[in-house]
């Protein structure tokens, strides 16, 4: 089984709709991300959380929302979909106390497109 | 301001040696990673440099010179699977937490 998980993979939705990506992890990580990727533009970081009670904004966290409901789960939302919001969503975790270079886990990804 | 430039694409020859390049310019540098991203997946980690110097991992080797801003990813016995994206991070010590700051990567094709 993955250690990350996404869901959903793929959807599709119209503009000014409310739509939730959430994330999973097995792996006991405190420390999880939220990037999304477009062509050319490589990984932009949208949120961070470094426990359940730590939330702090990413470097284009505008027009998102992030709940860290427990150490598990990590999700993501866009309270009004707009079309420049389609990209692939990577959800990632980390822990620190693995090792000095605190390699990245990454899920899947969710492909999102905003009509 | 944080800045990480590699090349977007290069093309090499199945069984050769290609390097892919990577500068960057942080303010708080503390480690560079490499990842492989293949087209559809998420990136998994190759390797990471916190010193000056080359690190080896079996084909793969990754080399830091932090007074340059500059490390290479260096490819050996190319096989077709390695064609994929390659992207260069570089973690950076900020108020509150550490960044890792990503590059956009450089797709590389390996051709027969």
């Known amino acids: 089984d993955a250690d990350v998980t996404q869901t959903p993979r793929n959807r599709i939705t119209k503009t000014g709709k409310r739509i939730m990506l959430e994330c999973s992890q097995t792996?006991?990580?405190?420390?999880m991300y939220w990037y999304r990727q477009d062509p050319g533009l490589g990984l932009r970081l949208i949120y961070y959380?470094?426990?359940?009670?730590?939330?702090n904004k990413g470097e284009i966290s505008d027009g998102y929302s992030v709940s860290r409901q427990a150490q598990a789960k990590f999700s993501l939302s866009l309270e009004s979909a707009i079309p420049n919001q389609t990209a692939l969503y990577f959800c990632?975790?980390?822990?620190?106390?693995?090792?000095?270079?605190?390699?990245?886990?990454f899920g899947p990804g969710t492909r999102l497109l905003v009509l | 301001g944080q800045n990480i430039d590699q090349p977007t694409e290069m093309t090499a020859t199945e069984g050769a040696i290609v390097q892919i390049n990577c500068t960057y310019q942080?303010?708080?540098?503390?480690?560079l990673f490499w990842y492989q991203q293949h087209a559809g997946e998420a990136p998994t980690f190759l390797s990471y440099?916190?010193?000056?110097g080359l690190e080896e991992k079996g084909r793969f080797s990754s080399f830091l010179s932090r007074s340059k801003g500059y490390s290479y990813l260096l490819l050996k016995e190319l096989q077709m699977k390695d064609s994929a994206s390659y992207l260069c991070?570089?973690?950076?010590?900020?108020?509150?937490?550490?960044?890792?700051?990503f590059g956009a990567g450089t797709r590389l094709f390996v051709k027969a």
């Open positions: 792996k006991g990580h405190d420390r």
């Open positions: 990632a975790t980390s822990d620190p106390k693995m090792a000095a270079q605190e390699t990245q886990y």
């Open positions: 440099n916190v010193l000056d």
């Open positions: 991070a570089v973690r950076d010590v900020n108020t509150g937490g550490f960044k890792t700051i």
């Open positions: 942080t303010s708080g540098f503390n480690g």
């Open positions: 959380s470094f426990d359940v009670k730590d939330i």
